[in-house]
């Protein structure tokens, strides 16, 4: 009981409201304030607890690329359905990678038809896979933020040790600062500061965003999930363009410690180097990925096992990249609620439980009464 009264504690509706005051207050007679919020768990909280409609109509909420099935480009989607098509290949992913489309299959299709395809809950799991299973190539689909690298940098270095040679990970693994620094340069969002991210700032710390404030006198807050995490950190970043300040601070001090997670950076350390990565909607961000390193090449999925991928093509109307830019709201796509739904999803936005997409469509009726649509 004392767990749920701790989340009660920070969903208190008297509360936000207060705090909701407080941001009008200290908004009113700004101009407009552009933040961008770069965690899909954020979007997702931000759409369902209509965190927009408390706020005043100069403050202004946009989603970005927070969510890493989302920023996933389709050639590396092409390239794991070739591997779930080879005989020989058990391909270990989680859920939210299933349904995700690429040129003209999907995983969960290449399933449908025999596929040796398996979500899995933690990469440890794909190693025991492995070692059950010693007459097929494994491969793990490793994809996500600084957040679950870590642990695909544990899985890899647990084969290594048990030598479970037939265990492999194809690395799609991004970071977000490189990221940050993209859409600071885009004129085009006019963005005044970041909720930064919680989970993936748990790891990192709180060093590695300091080149916004320095740099770019952009305001960042690493703030928590809970609807009074947020508007605590929306108030933060408006008190700060109110100053005339940029600075990055912590919100979420229960658990992002400044310098992060010494032992979860050290372990990417060994495993992982930094390498250009491609962002669906971003392009080629340089230094922005992860690639396994030349002393763990026996477990790299690409190193290893051949495919020949399927010409890549999107769907000519799909607007995800525009949207993971926050360069348009998701009712403004054309196939948005229409050709596009989460039972029929084309874009990756609509498939991710972290998507803007799915969680506009999800929420949206709510949002659509109020105002401030980012």
Known sequence: MSGVKFVEEFRDGAIARGLARRIADVARGLPEVRLMEVCGTHTMAIYRNSIRQLLPENIVLISGPGCPVCVTPNDYIDRAIALARRPDVTLCTFGDMVRVPGSSSSLELEKSKRADVRVVYSPLDAVDVGMQNPGRKVVFLGVGFETTAPTVAAAIELAAAKGVANFFVSSAHKVMPPALAALTADARLGLKGFILPAHVSAIIGVVPYQFLAVKHGMAGVIAGFEPLDILQGILMLVEQVAEGRAAIEVQYTRVVREEGNPRALALLERVFQPCDAEWRGLGIILGSGLAVRAEYAAH???????????????????????????????????????????????????????????????????????????
């Open 300 to 374: 790299h999925a690409e190193a290893n096992i051949a495919v020949e991928p399927e010409q890549t093509v999107t769907h000519p109307l799909c607007q995800c990249g525009e949207v993971l830019r926050g360069l348009i709201h998701p009712r403004e796509c054309p196939l948005f609620g229409t050709v596009c739904t989460p039972e029929t999803p084309v874009g990756a936005c609509m498939v991710s439980t972290e998507g803007t997409c799915a969680a506009c469509y999800k929420y949206g009726a709510r949002l659509e009464e109020g105002h401030n649509h980012g």
